[in-house]
Structures are given as C-alpha cells and as structure tokens.
C-alpha cells in the first residue's frame, strides 16, 4: 500500500493520458524506424528514391544494411600512429625540453617508439639533422632524414 496516490490515476481514461498533443510519448512506434532506409516502405519511399535518381551516396545505393563494424579491440591492434618530417621537424626543441629527446651540438636524437608513434612520413621539409629510431617509416621520408645529415634506424621492416 502506498502512503502517496499515483499520479497517473489522475490521467486514467481521458484520451491523451497527460501527453499533451495526439502521438507524443511514445517509443520508435510512430516513427518509420531508423536511418535513410528502414522501413522505406512505409514513410521513406519517395526519400529513397530522389536521393538514389541525385546519385547519393553513389549510383549503386540499395537500402538495408551491409557489412560489420569491424571490433574495436582489432582497430587498435592495427592503428598506426604516424607523423611527417615536418612535424617532427617543428616538434624537436620542445622534445628536448621536455627531455623525451637529446641533442648534441646541431645532432637531434630521438626514439619515436617511446613517444608511442610507429610511422614516420615524408609529407614536408626538414631543417634539422635527426637520428631517428622507428618503427616503419616511408622511404620518402628516410631520403628527407638522409639527405639533412641524419639518420633513420628502423626496429622492424614492413
């Protein structure tokens, strides 16, 4: 037994039960479902078809669903964090600082392994003089390294 009464008795037989407007408080019952194409049938129909006569999302759209998402465990067994030249390049005085990185006379060296980066990449112009110990690098950007005066010791080949 309860010591307050329920609100919703209140509410018990008038038509809209306390919802306001006809239709409001319900779950996906009113709605034709998810996304562009569930239910198409029903409500989405002619959605469909002008978005698939404009050519979204490509000429061969079909509704339903197709394919997995692959587990999130497996994306981070293969995610690669990398960065390019010139970053690394802009980046070596603050790593010396912060004394992830050595530098003796105008010879910067750093393990990019301990800063949790796999790749190095050719993408800009590079300044200093590096050695660099990496993982897997791209061979644009062990030409950059080479041709500053520094050196890239790679731990694996890919």
Do not use: C
């Amino acid at each position: 037994m309860r010591k307050y009464p329920k609100s919703i008795r209140k509410y018990r037989g008038t038509r809209l039960v306390g919802y306001g407007t006809q239709g409001q408080h319900r779950k996906t019952g009113q709605r034709a479902g998810r996304g562009k194409t569930t239910q198409w049938n029903a409500s989405m129909k002619s959605y469909y078809f002008k978005q698939k006569e404009l050519g979204f999302p490509d000429p061969d759209w079909d509704f339903g669903k197709k394919g997995f998402k692959r587990p999130q465990d497996m994306v981070r067994i293969y995610k690669v964090n990398a960065i390019n030249v010139k970053d690394l390049d802009l980046k070596l005085d603050d790593l010396v600082q912060d004394n992830k990185a050595s530098k003796s006379g105008n010879t910067y060296t750093v393990n990019l392994e301990e800063l949790n980066i796999q790749k190095i990449l050719g993408r800009g112009d590079l300044n200093k003089k590096i050695n660099v110990t990496v993982k897997s690098a791209s061979q644009k950007a062990i030409d950059k390294v080479q041709s500053a005066g520094g050196k890239v010791t790679l731990l694996s080949k890919n």
